[in-house]
């Protein structure tokens, strides 16, 4: 109800709000696969370890939170998560922390993603 009289106060129609809404929704992309179209478009032919870079994403990130649609994940959730590999696993969430901030650029430029995790710096976030 109170979603309906603040689009009536913005002078928009709430139907055709919540359709919009509701179709970006079903067609959001997900962590799981823009992260794999990153690897395909990049990284497939491209790198020596190519296959054990997406195998970290796989193993790490996929499980997670690959199901979530990809401008909805927040910052907070990227870094409590990259943070919990870099304690058992040290070099495989550095990996994951680069990795996921190169495809997070890309996606920004390819596809209009909303938001990034350039800001983050390796040996100042992920201290040992």
């Not at 919009?20 to 799981?32: D, F, G, I, P, Q």
């Not at 296959?51 to 996929?62: K, W």
């Not at 994940?73 to 901030?101: C, D, N």
Request: avoid cysteine.
């Amino acid at each position: 109800m109170i979603f309906y009289r603040g689009e009536l106060e913005q002078h928009r129609n709430p139907k055709i709000v919540k359709r919009v809404r509701k179709e970006s929704a079903l067609s959001a992309v997900t962590v799981e696969a823009l992260i794999r179209e990153w690897w395909v478009a990049i990284m497939q032919d491209s790198k020596v370890k190519a296959d054990e870079i997406l195998r970290s994403f796989e193993l790490y990130i996929f499980p997670k939170i690959g199901e979530l649609p990809h401008d909805e994940v927040t910052l907070h959730v990227w870094l409590s998560l990259i943070e919990g590999v870099t304690k058992r696993v040290p070099a495989i969430g550095a990996r994951i922390l680069i990795y996921s901030k190169t495809a997070h650029k890309w996606a920004v430029r390819r596809a209009g993603r909303k938001h990034t995790l350039i800001n983050i710096q390796p040996k100042k976030t992920l201290a040992r």
